[in-house]
């Protein structure tokens, strides 16, 4: 997996609710672990995830088949500001991921709403349903 090229800064940890921006069947997920990364690293710290980052999720509301099922999910939009290497900042609405499968490829076939650049850096197949890139 490649690196961003931003200052991306993590604010999600396990226990947050994200929207699904896509149109796979879900509608909300709530976070429950962090893929590809250890524990929060000092003692009691949570681990906490950003723009890109990979998640493993359950489905909150949505099709009963993913429903109550830990599912993989991508962040794409975050509240919290992100620092591009320009200097600008970017932030969101809203907290929202797409759900991919096993090998990183997107279940649905579009996404509601904006993405950031940082995920087309990383994930290139998700850029291809993408309807804004930002």
Do not use: W
């Amino acid at each position: 997996m490649k690196g961003v090229s931003s200052k991306v800064t993590k604010t999600l940890i396990p226990g947050t609710v994200l929207t699904c921006a896509d149109n796979s069947g879900a509608y909300s997920f709530r976070i429950i672990h962090l893929i590809g990364k250890g524990g929060g690293g000092r003692n009691g710290k949570l681990a906490s995830a950003g723009i890109g980052d990979i998640v493993s999720a359950s489905v909150r509301k949505g099709s009963a088949t993913y429903l109550k099922k830990p599912v993989r999910v991508v962040i794409i939009r975050q509240k919290a500001p992100v620092r591009r290497s320009n200097g600008m900042r970017i932030r969101f609405e809203d907290n929202a991921g797409i759900m991919i499968n096993d090998e990183n490829l997107p279940i649905g076939t579009e996404v509601k709403g904006a993405m950031a650049r940082e995920v087309v850096e990383r994930f290139v197949k998700i850029a291809g349903i993408a309807s804004r890139v930002v």
